[in-house]
């Protein structure tokens, strides 16, 4: 395992108001690393990945992602970096070979190779047959292929999954982390992802942090919170570290997506 840090975290801090979202937490990934960040709803996962990724600016604390501070050097970070949002981010009035060449145009990657690589994304994911339908037209597993292609377009060091398989099936979900941890392993590309089926963390994350209440409860490798709860599972172990009670998801769709839209305009 390489032992270079591409993320590093150190006592991030972000407020909403008198609401504490993310309090002091500190953590790293290695480059290379499939690194599961898990927690329940409204724990604090997605405000994170939002700090990583150029879309929220903390409160207080330090971040570098690649060697760069996501604050300050918002160009560089973004080029570090690949992304699936929880929410869809497609374009549904476009069609696939569309949205995808809309996305390279972004980040500015040359017209020959924009071409090779939709290309080559598009029949890697399943959908060249499909590139020329709208968007629209497509079932909830099509999109989430497109969407993990459109993060790919670029070839980032990092990929942002946040709840990536979220109302697949079972085939489509298997499907998409075969491909992931094919191009994890050869490319060398660091994974980090959000996920709440537990049995995905089990089988692909070389390391989990579990976050509650804004802080980092506990992280490690699956042995080490298996170790240190007592327990015979990552599942018991999730739930014997954020307890049993029914949280509710915060925020909402429209508030999410607007963000998103305004962050990765050109600003």
Known sequence: MPDKNIIE?????KKFGNLVAVDKISFSVKAGEMFAFLGPNGAGKTTTIKMLTTLLSPTSGEIKVNGF???KEKHETRNSF???????SLDNELTAYENLDFHGNLYHVEAKLRKERI???LR?????DRKDDYVKNFSGGMKRRLEIARGLIHHPKILFLDEPTLGLDPQTRNYMWDYIKRLNKSEKMTVFFTTHYMQEAEQYADRIAIIDHG???KQGNLRELKA????KSLEAAFLKLTGKEIREEQGNVKDRMR????AWGRG
Do not use: C, H, S
């Open 259 to 262: 963000i998103t839209q305004r």
């Open 228 to 231: 240190a709860t007592k327990t």
């Open 119 to 121: 290309d080559y994304l």
């Open 215 to 217: 802080k980092i409860v």
């Open 124 to 128: 890697f994911v399943g959908l060249w």
């Open 9 to 13: 975290v150190n006592n991030l801090v």
């Open 82 to 88: 690949g992304i699936v949002f929880q929410d869809p």
């Open 69 to 71: 501070d996501p604050t």
